[in-house]
């Protein structure tokens, strides 16, 4: 990995954990609901949502004490959604992170209000942001909102399971992806670039780099389903396969997955060339994406 990205990484990863935990704290849950919600936030994962909204306002050169809340309210949204799609009634896995699932260790009942509670949580924080003005904050809502519901998230998650054991076309698989995965790293993105105060011409541009983000993470998730082991992914391996999933390897092959996954890796750094620095942290991390092996 990169130094400088490293670097980043050992720097901030401790200040978004550290920051859910007091967050968590502050809505005094009852003893099993906290131990819930905190096992999952504890369960490891790269972070990669909440340091794409601090990266962006580092490749701004700006700063504000309201981006790590902001930065936690995604990944909050993010560790809601593993629990509930881990559950018996979605995919269905044993394992997340090389752990136990949520429901595994604290039945399904109390997965799915622990996950509940991590996503409105999220929006808590978001509505009681202390630097930005009102008008800023609404904005941040909104995006959230749509990021990680119908349109979104969810929207993706249920064109992902009626996707099942069916053959997608190319932009069928596309347009899932857009939603499930790429809505959320999109938010980041948006939600840096309000932070930052980064003008409508720049904003388009970050908003193309998160779309081409987002689907270079997803074609590198399934590269990595059928390159790897069990251990390495910490998740059993090959299990979109197991499902009968349409992936980028099943449809494209895994020389035409890797073919795709660097067309939009090289997209997504086209679309940074405005900000005309060579050490781009956004840049570092589109490279990381399409490197990374776990």
């Not at 939009?264 to 620095?277: D, I, M, T, V």
Request: net charge negative.
């Amino acid at each position: 990995m990169n130094k400088q990205l490293q670097s980043f990484i050992e720097e901030n990863v401790p200040k978004i954990d550290a920051e859910m935990h007091r967050l968590i704290q502050l809505e005094n849950p009852t003893t099993n609901l906290k131990e819930s919600m905190l096992y999952s936030v504890d369960a490891g994962g790269k972070r990669i949502r909440p340091l794409l909204v601090l990266a962006v306002l580092e490749d701004f050169m700006k700063t504000s004490e309201d981006a790590l809340k902001v930065a936690c309210a995604v990944e909050l949204i993010h560790t809601y959604s593993l629990i509930h799609d881990d559950l018996p009634c979605m995919d269905d896995d044993d394992y997340r992170r090389g752990k136990l699932t949520n429901h595994k260790v604290f039945g399904d009942a109390t997965a799915v209000l622990a996950g509940d509670a991590l996503q409105t949580l999220a929006f808590t924080i978001l509505a009681s942001l202390e630097e930005v003005d009102a008008k800023k904050a609404i904005q941040l809502v909104g995006l959230l909102a749509e990021a990680s519901g119908a349109k979104g998230m969810v929207g993706g998650q249920v064109l992902d399971m009626e996707g099942e054991k069916s053959t997608l076309t190319l932009d069928q698989l596309e347009e899932v992806h857009l939603h499930k995965t790429g809505a959320l790293l999109s938010f980041c993105i948006e939600a840096g670039a309000i932070l930052a105060d980064a003008s409508e011409e720049e904003t388009a541009a970050l908003r193309q780099y998160s779309k081409n983000i987002g689907l270079a993470f997803q074609i590198k998730d399934d590269i990595l389903d059928v390159t790897s082991t069990t251990e390495q992914l910490g998740k059993p391996a090959n299990s979109d396969m197991a499902s009968e999933k349409s992936t980028y390897p099943s449809l494209l092959g895994l020389d035409g997955a890797k073919q795709q996954l660097q067309k939009y890796h090289e997209n997504a750094l086209e679309s940074l060339s405005f900000l005309k620095r060579e050490s781009s942290l956004l840049k570092l991390f589109a490279d990381y994406i399409v490197q990374r092996n776990i």
